[in-house]
């Protein structure tokens, strides 16, 4: 079965300074979908980066940067400069072949401090 | 694009009462999910439905929810009989299956409040 695994609940980061959180994924698939979404306190998810299994360079999207590793079944997200805005919840997922199903990780928290 | 429309945007209601949430996915995606977020379970797919078809319903809980999509513009998941525990927040999201390397777009979610 497919699995995403968040292992920070909360990261805290100065104004500026770049943060990676982590994901972990398992899967026996060849072809998937990895997906990085950010849910302010608002509550509303927003899509923010896509790394697909066959691509061989990171994705990159603005401030966003997906570290692919995937002999390591590994897909961190980097936020460079931090802003105070960047503070929520962001959440890794994955999306199965076929393009349906999409499970999701448990979510970390990001603090931006001032 | 108004994006994906969920009503309402919170609903509090009595244990044992029928409780039906809305969903508008955005126009031309074929591709419609329901999810529900709690603080012990995170997000869970409870049911997906592509071209109106319901493809996987596995992550229903109980036999008291079911969903529908009627046509391509509109989709319901309805809980009935309610109980305390179905209280959360629960998500529609809609996307264009072809475009596979985009993310859903999700609505801005209903919560309930069963007391």
């Known amino acids: 079965a497919q699995k995403i695994t968040q292992t920070q609940p909360g990261m805290f980061v100065q104004e500026k300074e770049a943060v990676t959180l982590d994901c972990t994924y398992d899967?026996?698939?060849?072809?998937?979908?990895l997906f990085w979404y950010k849910q302010p306190s608002s509550g509303e998810m927003i899509f923010l980066i896509y790394?697909?299994?066959?691509?061989?360079q990171n994705a990159t999207e603005g401030r966003y940067s997906l570290n692919f590793q995937k002999a390591r079944k590994s897909a961190n997200l980097v936020i460079s400069a931090s802003q105070l805005g960047d503070s929520a919840m962001y959440f890794c997922?994955?999306?199965?072949?076929?393009?349906?199903?999409?499970?999701f990780g448990a979510g970390t928290r990001l603090f931006v401090k001032a | 694009d108004a994006g994906v429309i969920q009503s309402p945007r919170h609903e509090v209601t009595e244990m044992g009462q029928e409780v039906t949430l809305r969903c508008k996915p955005i126009?031309?995606?074929?591709?419609l999910f329901w999810y529900r977020q709690t603080m012990m379970r995170g997000l869970e797919l409870l049911i997906y439905?592509?071209?109106?078809?319901?493809?996987?319903d596995s992550g229903m809980p109980e036999d008291r929810f079911s969903a529908k999509m009627p046509n391509a513009s509109f989709s319901t998941l309805k809980i009935q009989p309610s109980e305390p525990r179905d209280s959360a927040v629960y998500f529609c999201?809609?996307?264009?299956?072809?475009?596979?390397?985009?993310?859903?777009?999700f609505g801005s979610g209903t919560r309930l409040t069963v007391v």
């Open positions: 997922a994955m999306r199965e072949p076929g393009g349906f199903k999409t499970i």
């Open positions: 899967t026996s698939d060849q072809s998937y979908g």
């Open positions: 790394q697909g299994s066959y691509d061989e």
């Open positions: 999201a809609s996307s264009l299956r072809e475009n596979s390397n985009y993310g859903y777009t």
């Open positions: 439905f592509n071209n109106n078809v319901p493809i996987d």
């Open positions: 126009s031309g995606h074929n591709s």
